[in-house]
């Protein structure tokens, strides 16, 4: 695994507000922190291209373009601050059939965020095997990937930002997505779950 590198000032930083405390999470080998910038996106892009040509797949790029754009579209709805996933000539084996974004999870109105954890603990969400900074609840829903029936797995882990005072958390999601046909008891789904535990056990926040 390797750390994962700090991110660029927030526009809540730029405007004067007090900063949050930068991050860092042991990411699984060859992965790296992004942004969600339009030159990351761009940059993704370009990679993708090239790493289809390699393959002599150039036809599934205008796929793989819909598809990334569609997630960053996604990840800027949701106030994303960060994503992981492999680096450009990263091992075939860092090509995981899942993602992990970093946002910002501030509470309701009239709803302090402590309380919207413990309600989403009565709702049958835990701790992070034992890790108490953490709340982590999971959710299984029904995808298409093209034509095709999937399932996807999506494991959110909530903790709060220190010296936020209880009004803003740090939210890691991590989605996993697999062929209908496979169980929730998969090995590999299960393999997968624990690799991203252990990547959000392994949080350091920075003074």
């Known amino acids: 695994m390797t750390d994962s590198a700090p991110s660029a000032p927030s526009l809540r930083e730029e405007l004067g507000a007090p900063a949050d405390p930068e991050f860092e999470l042991v990411l699984p080998e060859g992965w790296v922190r992004r942004d969600v910038s339009p030159e990351t996106e761009q940059a993704m892009l370009d990679a993708a ?3 289809l040509m390699e393959a002599h797949r150039p036809d599934l790029y205008g796929q793989i373009r819909a598809q990334l754009r569609e997630s960053f579209d996604a990840m800027r709805r949701i106030g994303a601050i960060a994503h ?9 084996s860092a090509y995981l059939p899942a993602s992990l974004i970093a946002s910002i999870r501030t509470p309701q109105p009239g709803v302090p965020l402590a309380e919207e954890m413990a309600q989403r603990i009565r709702e049958g969400a835990t701790d992070l ?15 298409t990937l093209g034509t095709d029936p999937a399932k996807q797995t999506t494991v959110v882990y909530l903790t709060p930002i220190p010296g936020s005072r209880g009004t803003r958390a740090l939210q890691l999601t991590a989605v996993i997505t697999r062929g209908a046909e496979f169980p929730a008891d998969d090995p590999a789904l299960v393999l997968m779950q624990r690799l991203f535990d252990g990547c959000v056990a392994s949080l350091r926040w920075e003074r």
Request: proline share 7%; no cysteine.
């Open 49 to 51: 291209r090239a790493r």
């Open 84 to 92: 992981f996933g492999p680096e450009a000539g990263a091992p075939d």
């Open 129 to 143: 095997h034992g890790d108490r900074r953490f709340v982590r609840f999971e959710r299984e829903s029904d995808v």
